[in-house]
């Protein structure tokens, strides 16, 4: 049986069809595992070989690389929650109900992004906490830490975001508080610290950027729905390449 | 001196870890395939496990549908802001809603800059890194106390509730006055409120001349006193470095400082000028 077995594995791995598509053999010796490594565009994210202490998990604890997995997920799911929602004031609120009660699987989508997005925001935080314990962001790794530190900044505005999109009162009113404080932003805002003195009034100054108008309203879910699925993905996707990409130039810090 | 250092048992310690941390000979590597790729598939699966499993044990929540005539009570931003939210209560939303956060943003970037100490890289240390890491440390106690206040114990009217609190009952109204410390040093001293200077529209009484004097005083000692008595601490930084650290320090353990003066003293603004108060 194990013979046979090794008989379908080795031809299916030999056929054109298997070879145009991987561009190396089944991976059973050493050769076709490095050349995985080399051939395959995101396992390239790696290198061919670690030393030993990298498979200790208690070094990393697994936090930067289940970060970048909660980010697919949220990816895979938000693509989904995207087919049956619209983001107008008119009919978002009906849309996330009908995730409950027409569409298949649509209660498990919602629930796995919003929990995905919680784990994301912690997985952040705590990969943060790791790096520092290691002292992983001394010389030369200084700006992969600065990196870091701006994918954190975008995973909580898109978590933020993201918020205000059901469109209920706990949507609305956790927006309004942060809008809130946008008033209150020294300089730029029309309640804070010489922003009156600067001209910025309620209807030119940072909230009215960020919201859209005086109030939350179709703009801002407008807006937010827009940053939320396509600016701040894209522009987190792109730190998060320089991020993986710094990594293997600077090399791994620790035992790995 | 050289001598000396070496006989420190931390430092001892310290070089047989680099010397682990650096053990790179190629015989004790592993390939990629299958080793790590295994380990990082099954921490995805069981991260997907664990959040199928949340997902069926606590669905998303959905309120009523969104309305400006009803504003809930309270009105509390999503959890991992309910930290800045929490500050709410000591500070003026400029400085707990931007500034504060802003600060945080620029003190996390400005970290591998301002930390000049070479050991406990790639590792984990205490003993060799005790400043940046008891810093660290307060920091994100701090953050994570606050946000564990605001989701666990706020309430109506964004007052304190035990969990054995009824939560569908106002507290009673506190009964505590909050003052300014401004008017606090009037009453202990004996001043009047009599303007002493005025620039433009704006007067300045002797009282909030003092509380000028206290605000800044508090940051001009902690610059000043490591500068006199931790020499090697200011060389090590040098002028640029120690000033930013201590900038940085001093303002995060003003929050706090900030918080137990408002809950001990029942003092409101510890600076008022005319353009922002603190």
Redesign the interface.
């Known amino acids: 049986m194990g013979k046979l077995w090794e008989q379908i594995r080795q031809t299916i791995a030999g056929t054109q069809i298997w070879k145009s598509v991987f561009r190396h053999g089944y991976?059973d010796t050493?050769a076709n595992?490095?050349l995985?490594?080399f051939s395959n565009v995101i396992?390239h994210l790696?290198?061919?070989?670690?030393?030993?202490g990298?498979?200790k998990?208690r070094f990393t604890w697994?936090l930067g690389?289940?970060t970048f997995?909660?980010f697919i997920?949220l990816a895979i799911t938000g693509v989904f929650l995207m087919f049956y929602y619209v983001p107008d004031?008119r009919r978002a609120?009906n849309d996330?109900?009908d995730l409950?009660t027409v569409i298949y699987f649509g209660?498990?989508f919602?629930?796995?992004?919003?929990?995905?997005a919680?784990?994301m925001?912690l997985s952040v935080w705590l990969h943060?906490?790791r790096v520092?314990?290691?002292?992983?962001?001394?010389?030369p790794?200084?700006f992969n830490?600065?990196v870091g530190?701006i994918l954190?900044?975008l995973t909580?505005v898109l978590?933020?975001t993201g918020?205000l999109l059901?469109?209920?009162?706990?949507?609305?009113?956790?927006v309004?508080?942060?809008s809130?404080?946008?008033?209150?932003?020294?300089l730029i805002?029309n309640?804070?610290?010489?922003g009156p003195?600067l001209g910025f009034t309620v209807s030119n100054d940072i909230a009215f950027v960020l919201l859209g108008g005086t109030?939350v309203g179709q703009s801002t879910l407008l807006r937010f729905y827009v940053l939320h699925c396509l600016a701040l993905p894209l522009v987190a996707a792109l730190f998060m390449a320089v991020h993986f990409w710094r990594i293997r130039k600077d090399g791994?810090?620790?035992?790995l | 001196m050289e001598a000396k250092v070496a006989t420190q048992a931390g430092d001892l310690k310290s070089r047989i870890k680099k010397a682990a941390a650096e053990n790179m000979v190629p015989e004790d590597t592993v390939l990629v395939w299958p080793n790590l790729v295994y380990i990082e598939l099954i921490s995805m699966l069981f991260a997907t496990a664990v959040l199928l499993f949340l997902s069926l044990a606590s669905p998303a929540p959905l309120e009523e549908i969104a309305s400006k005539d009803t504003t809930p009570n309270p009105t509390k931003a999503p959890w991992y802001f309910l930290g800045l939210q929490e500050l709410l209560v000591f500070f003026d939303p400029w400085l707990a809603g931007v500034v504060l956060p802003s600060l945080i943003i620029v003190g996390l970037i400005a970290i591998p800059y301002i930390d000049y100490n070479p050991r406990g890289k790639g590792y984990y240390s205490f003993s060799e890194r005790k400043f940046a890491m008891w810093g660290f440390s307060f920091g994100l106690a701090l953050w994570y106390i606050l946000i564990f206040i605001g989701v666990w114990f706020r309430g109506l009217d964004w007052s304190w509730y035990w969990p054995w609190d009824d939560w569908s009952h106002h507290q009673p109204a506190s009964a505590v006055k909050l003052v300014d410390l401004e008017v606090l040093l009037q009453g202990w001293l004996g001043l009047s409120d009599a303007p002493l200077i005025s620039i433009g529209t704006y007067n300045f009484s002797v009282a909030n001349l003092i509380t000028w004097a206290i605000f800044f005083g508090y940051y001009g000692l902690g610059f000043t006193i490591p500068f006199l008595f931790l020499r090697d601490f200011y060389k090590k930084l040098g002028f640029i470095r120690y000033n930013i650290t201590m900038f940085l320090f001093l303002s995060m353990v003003g929050v706090p400082l900030k918080m137990a003066v408002r809950l001990l003293a029942d003092i409101k603004y510890v600076l008022i000028t005319p353009w922002f108060k603190i």
Request: with cysteine; hydrophobic share 50%; proline share 8%.
């Open positions: 991976p050493d595992r490095a995985v490594m396992l790696h290198p061919v070989r670690v030393r030993r990298a498979l998990i697994c690389g289940l997995f909660f997920l004031t609120y996330i109900k409950g209660d498990l919602r629930n796995l992004h919003r929990w995905a919680h784990a925001v943060m906490t520092f314990f290691t002292g992983s962001y001394k010389p790794r200084e830490w600065v530190v954190l900044v909580l978590s933020w918020y059901p469109w209920d009162q706990l949507a609305l009113w956790a309004t508080v942060g809130k404080m946008a008033e209150a932003t020294p805002g309640a804070g610290p010489f003195e109030v791994f810090s620790g035992p």
